[in-house]
T-cell receptor, first 112, second 116 residues
């Protein structure tokens, strides 16, 4: 069962364009993380959001956690070729110990 | 300091052979995780260690898969009698404390396994 659905699966854009990727679930999570993975490497954490409605900004990246804590979005302004990679969302729960549930990811390709 | 390291980087094996994949977590990290990443499938959780114990091994796909961790540090994932569907990238991650939704997981570069 895939608890976290990411869309789109693949996105190819030109440098300078804006884009939004989505992470949706029917389940409530206590936290939501976004990772970026470049070819041949492991994922690297970008942000953790924990409060419904929370918005966090990381330079040109804006992350939002839905009010009901079931969904999240990542918006990139003026995309750069260096933003190319696989973007993964991961949901966590804080009861006892909690391992993360990952989505399948959105592959972003930014061309010069 | 050093990050999570994994070895080998690449492994090609024949169907039916056993393979061992190694993970060296960040020093002092008590939690260690193994994932499998196949094309189009995202990260599939395999097993979680807290210290040397594995409170969650629910993701191991069959009894051909096993893992151990010794000294609260190095972990080995063993796949016996490999099958072609085992071909994937096997990722290891560690975090400072027990698994939790807000913990940052630090990933290694992965081992790319190809079963012919």
């Amino acid at each position: 069962t895939q608890l976290l659905e990411q869309s789109p699966q693949f996105l190819s854009i030109q440098e300078g364009e804006n884009l939004t990727v989505y992470c949706n679930s029917s389940s409530v999570f206590s936290s939501l993380q976004w990772y970026r993975q470049e070819p041949g490497e492991g994922p690297v954490l970008l942000v953790t959001v924990v409060t419904g409605g929370e918005v966090k900004k990381l330079k040109r990246l804006t992350f939002q956690f839905g009010d009901a804590r079931k969904d999240s979005s990542l918006h990139i302004t003026a995309a750069q070729p260096g933003d190319t990679g696989l973007y993964l969302c991961a949901g966590g729960r804080n009861s006892g110990y909690s391992t993360l549930t990952f989505g399948k990811g959105t592959m972003l390709l930014v061309s010069p | 300091g050093a990050g999570v390291s994994q070895s080998p980087s690449n492994k090609v094996t024949e169907k039916g052979k056993d393979v061992e994949l190694r993970c060296d977590p960040i020093s002092g990290h008590t939690a260690l995780y193994w994932y499998r990443q196949s094309l189009g499938q995202g990260l599939e959780f395999l097993i979680y260690f807290q210290g040397n114990s594995a409170p969650d091994k629910s993701g191991l796909p069959s009894d051909r898969f096993s893992a151990e961790r010794t000294g609260g540090s190095v972990s080995t994932l063993t796949i016996q009698r490999t099958q072609q569907e085992d071909s994937a990238v096997y990722l290891c991650a560690s975090s400072p404390r027990r698994a939790g939704g807000r913990e940052t997981q630090y990933f290694g570069p992965g081992t790319r396994l190809l079963v012919l």
